[in-house]
């Protein structure tokens, strides 16, 4: 094919010297071609020599297929460091907008809640960003509250995402409602609660177990 083509050009270009004069654009174009050839892991490989060097125009791109490519695979770490980057490099509102959202998400995973609530914020105050997102973003901002042991202001973040989400997220923070009731020893609230966990939240067993050992 003309990818196979071009990059075998790239290639050759770039062992043509220990420091071709354009080394930073032929290794973009050889990530380019080994993407679309449907080589992910070589292309991810080249674009991080990209993202090595200095920011160019060429680092917005790269960061953007690095970021989502790590972040995949659970790499948290390696996905956290390109999302900085495309933090750093987007000229692209929406791009801005993935780079917050995978900040957010990256550090909520790493259970680094003080780093993952100010991208939380900033998605909130996004216009770009679609409900489902902010959604998360308030569940993100929750967990961190309720880390931080500021249970009253984690509670109307949970109530939000429990009103909001029948997903996980959803059962989730409405397992931490009833768990904050507890642990505030209004045990009432909690049994309440954990009926509607019960009722409502069947489709994610994990979730109502906890709840209900809550009432153990």
């Given at each position: 094919s003309l990818f196979s083509v071009a990059a075998s050009g790239f290639e050759k270009y770039l062992a043509s010297s220990?420091?071709?004069?354009?080394?930073?654009?032929?290794?973009?174009?050889?990530?380019?071609?080994?993407?679309?050839?449907?080589?992910?892991?070589?292309?991810?490989?080249?674009?991080?020599?990209?993202?090595?060097?200095?920011?160019?125009?060429?680092?917005?791109?790269?960061?953007l297929t690095v970021s989502?490519?790590?972040?995949?695979?659970?790499?948290?770490?390696?996905?956290?460091?390109?999302y900085k980057q495309l933090e750093l490099s987007a000229t692209y509102s929406h791009n801005a907008l993935i780079a917050k959202i995978g900040l957010m998400r990256c550090h909520t995973f790493k259970k680094e809640f003080d780093f993952a609530r100010p991208y939380a914020r900033a998605v909130l105050n996004d216009s770009l960003a679609l409900d489902n997102?902010?959604?998360?973003?308030?569940?993100?901002?929750?967990k961190a509250e309720f880390?931080?042991?500021?249970?009253?202001?984690a509670l109307d973040y949970f109530f939000f995402v429990e009103a909001k989400s029948t997903g996980v997220i959803g059962a989730e923070s409405h397992y931490h409602i009833a768990l904050i009731y507890?642990?505030?020893?209004?045990?009432?609230?909690?049994?309440?609660?954990v009926r509607a966990i019960v009722k409502t939240r069947g489709a994610y067993g994990y979730w109502v177990a906890k709840a209900l050992i809550l009432q153990a």
């Open positions: 220990p420091n071709p004069k354009r080394e930073l654009e032929a290794l973009y174009y050889l990530g380019s071609c080994q993407y679309r050839l449907g080589n992910k892991e070589e292309s991810v490989a080249t674009y991080k020599k990209v993202l090595a060097k200095p920011k160019s125009i060429y680092t917005e791109s790269a960061a989502k490519y790590e972040y995949e695979l659970k790499n948290y770490d390696a996905a956290l460091a390109a997102v902010k959604i998360e973003a308030n569940y993100v901002l929750g880390e931080a042991g500021n249970y009253a202001v507890h642990l505030q020893e209004d045990f009432s609230g909690s049994e309440e609660e």
